[in-house]
């Protein structure tokens, strides 16, 4: 089962109050349904693939309405051939509709949502919720990115829907794909707010420990690929070093070298891989006092200076190069 089913089985579980149940019932008509005209007079329509979702809206229009729900399901030729319900409600459409904010002053089908539907913050939390039931989605935490996303049948829902969840500062943004209206989030501190704004206190938990668990090894990796980094750059300089060492040892007579290069000489070929902070610690287990890292520096660019100046000597046309 993915995330984004598990997250919806939770939510059709929670117990609400009347005014929730009206504005959770209302976006799920205004984002997925429709009027249905027929000979027997003007029907509101919701399709859906899922079998649960149909249980809970004919529950809860059985609720508030005291109505009869037509449902109606049959075999869909694509999506994995999983069974399509139709859900109609026909007696007291009027009342529905009105009482569910589904048509505006030009008299368009669910086109914006309507403030005072919305009013309480709980009815605010409790139209997202049915907008998430109807169309909602979001990745598997443990995914290559974080994403949420409502799909909407107009522009004027779906800016209406991005303005509603801005108010809980969800950093929402709209984006028409293909005919459709995509209202987004990319965040994840941002998806982990939605899931609390909706009260699924489980996927948020579960959401929440798969973020920590990625965001570690994450970590973890980025320190493990600086370390590397680290390393390659310490035996490229380590490498060059003692290149340039054999070169001076080949042509100039190692007794006539300063003390101090000759010990910076002995330090790295004695330990060939050490970083220079590596070689200032090791340098007090063979001489009277420590060599700082700076000094040592120091000796090795004197050492590269005295090979290039060597192998001029002795080739003229030498490039220096490694």
């Keep these: 089962m993915s995330f984004t089913s598990e997250t919806k089985g939770e939510l059709l579980h929670l117990t609400s109050n009347h005014c929730d149940l009206i504005a959770e019932l209302s976006a799920l008509f205004a984002v997925n349904g429709h009027l249905a005209i027929s000979s ?3 029907g509101l329509s919701f399709q859906t693939t899922s079998l649960p979702l149909v249980r809970h809206m004919v529950k809860t229009v059985k609720s508030l ?4 729900v037509d449902v109606v399901s049959k075999k869909q030729v694509r999506l994995k051939k999983k069974n399509q319900y139709a859900l109609t409600v ?3 459409v009027h009342t529905v509709i009105n009482e569910l904010a589904l048509m505006d002053e030009t008299r368009g089908f669910a086109r914006t949502i309507d403030e005072m539907l919305t009013i309480r913050p709980c009815c605010r939390r409790a139209y997202v919720r049915g907008a998430f039931l109807a169309s909602g989605s979001i990745n598997h935490p443990g995914s290559s990115s974080y994403h949420a996303e409502f799909t909407v049948p107009s ?3 779906a800016e209406a829907l991005k ?3 801005n108010t809980f500062d969800l950093n929402a943004r709209h984006l028409e794909k293909k005919r459709h209206h995509i209202v987004y989030l990319k965040e994840s501190e941002k998806i982990a707010d939605l899931l609390r704004i909706m009260d699924a206190s489980q996927a948020l938990l579960k959401f929440e420990n798969e973020r920590i668990q990625r965001d570690f090894v994450n970590s973890i990796t980025r320190v493990m690929n600086m370390e590397i980094a680290n390393q390659n750059k310490t035996l490229q300089a380590a490498n060059h070093q003692l290149k340039q060492i054999a070169v001076l040892e080949n042509l100039v007579e190692p007794d006539t070298l300063p003390e101090t290069v000759r010990q910076a000489i002995f330090l790295r070929k004695t330990y060939p891989e050490a970083s220079l902070l590596e070689l200032s610690e090791l340098s007090g287990q ?3 006092r420590t060599i700082s890292k700076s000094g040592l520096n120091h000796r090795f ?3 590269d200076a ?3 100046e060597a192998l001029d000597a002795f080739d003229p046309t030498s490039n220096h190069r490694d």
């Design 40 to 42: 027997e007079g003007v």
């Design 65 to 68: 309405y005291g109505v009869q």
């Design 90 to 92: 026909k007696d007291k």
């Design 155 to 157: 522009e004027s829902l």
């Design 163 to 165: 303005d509603l969840l």
């Design 286 to 288: 063979h001489y009277n």
């Design 301 to 303: 660019r004197n050492i």
């Design 306 to 308: 005295m090979a290039k």
